[in-house]
T-cell receptor, first 114, second 111 residues
Framework: NAGVTQTPKFQVLKTGQSMTLQCAQD?????MYWYRQDPGMGLRLIYY???????DKGEVPNGYNVSRLNKREFSLRLESAAPSQTSVYFC?????????????FGAGTRLSVL | RKEVEQDPGPFNVPEGATVAFNCTYS??????FFWYRQDCRKEPKLLMS???SGNEDGRFTAQLNRASQYISLLIRDSKLSDSATYLC????????????FGTGTRLQVFP
């Protein structure tokens, strides 16, 4: 009963390093999302993908790239990490067919950039 | 003005108390509404969707007031396990896939 799986759970980077956060869902959902959550800011959308092969910017896309590798997987890449990217990152998925759709979240990745 | 606004709390209530949270949204064309629950250091999980007629799930009641553009969540007979942050979430309707999350209201239930 996996749902949405994110890896890694924790990561510490030095400024300028790169890394990729992985996300996979097994619910055959069309839409996938990457959010970041910071204290007092709530969840903010970084990028989303409405279907395999498409991606769109969200509210805070700068400094990030994404890849929708196939229907199951949606990765988030930090090319040159900055301390401002220290945050908790959540991946989510939804059926993507109606406004009533519920989003299901992964357990999150806690990233610290030193 | 934020698209979705919530009182951050914290609301500190004793077990057995009734507590209510409100949330306002700015886009009158918003299509759907949800309450999510987020435990400390965990992911958000759906608590309940909010329907125009109002809906109830056990001790939880959600109401939608489109005219005043607010959503409410009422928790009756609070349990220690209800301690969490409650996120008000709105689909603004201009894009099926996007949800707007409030910053959350923290509830702490004490013995």
């Amino acid at each position: 009963n996996a749902g949405v799986t994110q890896t890694p759970k924790f990561q510490v980077l030095k400024t300028g390093q790169s890394m990729t956060l992985q996300c996979a869902q097994d619910m055959n959902h069309n839409s996938m999302y990457w959010y970041r959550q910071d204290p007092g800011m709530g969840l903010r959308l970084i990028y989303y993908s409405a279907s395999e092969g498409t991606t769109d910017k969200g509210e805070v896309p700068n400094g990030y790239n994404v890849s929708r590798l196939n229907k199951r997987e949606f990765s988030l890449r930090l090319e040159s990490a900055a301390p401002s990217q220290t945050s908790v990152y959540f991946c989510a998925s939804s059926p993507g067919t109606a406004v009533e759709d519920i989003q299901y979240f992964g357990a999150g990745t806690r990233l610290s950039v030193l | 003005r934020k698209e979705v606004e919530q009182d951050p709390g914290p609301f500190n209530v004793p077990e057995g108390a009734t507590v209510a949270f409100n949330c306002t949204y700015s886009n009158s064309a918003s299509q759907s509404f949800f309450w999510y629950r987020q435990d400390c250091r965990k992911e958000p999980k759906l608590l309940m969707s909010v329907y125009s007629s109002g809906n109830e799930d056990g001790r939880f009641t959600a109401q939608l007031n489109r005219a005043s553009q607010y959503i409410s969540l009422l928790i009756r007979d609070s349990k220690l396990s209800d301690s969490a942050t409650y996120l008000c979430v709105v689909n603004p309707g201009y894009n099926t896939d996007k949800l707007i999350f409030g910053t959350g209201t923290r509830l702490q239930v004490f013995p």
